[in-house]
Nanobody, 115 residues
C-alpha cells in the first residue's frame, strides 16, 4: 500500500520559516520524481517545487530564492524548506510522487501565513 504522509505545516507570521516533510512508503522512492504542490482556497492546485530521482530541482517563479526542495533516499523522505514566508503562501501543501505516469498524492498539510 502506497502512502505519502506530509507533516510540518502550521501557522507562521510573514517572514517566518517552516519545513515540510513527506514520508513515503510502499514505493521504490529513489526511482520517483517528487514534488510539492499547493492549493489555496478558490484556486487551482499548482506546482511549487519538484526534484527528480537524480536530484535536479525545479521551482515556481513565486518561490524561487525562498523555498528549497530536497530528498533523503535513505529515509524515503522529501522536504520543503520554506523561508521568508508571505501571506500568499497560505495553502494546503501536497506531496506528489511521479514515475512513468504512475502518480501518488498525500493528504496535504495546511500552511497559514498571517500576522
Amino acid at each position: 500500500q502506497v502512502q505519502l504522509v506530509e507533516s510540518g505545516g502550521g501557522l507562521r507570521q510573514p517572514g517566518g520559516s517552516l519545513r515540510l516533510s513527506c514520508a513515503a512508503s510502499g514505493i521504490a522512492f529513489s526511482l520517483f520524481a517528487m514534488g510539492w504542490y499547493r492549493q489555496a482556497p478558490g484556486k487551482q492546485r499548482e506546482l511549487v517545487a519538484s526534484i527528480t530521482s537524480g536530484g535536479s530541482t525545479n521551482y515556481a517563479d513565486s518561490v524561487k530564492g525562498r523555498f528549497t526542495i530536497s530528498r533523503d533516499n535513505a529515509k524515503n523522505t522529501v522536504y520543503l524548506q520554506m523561508n521568508s514566508l508571505k501571506p500568499e503562501d497560505t495553502a494546503v501543501y501536497y506531496c506528489n510522487a511521479d514515475r512513468r505516469a504512475v502518480n501518488y498524492w498525500g493528504q496535504g498539510t495546511p500552511v497559514t501565513v498571517s500576522s
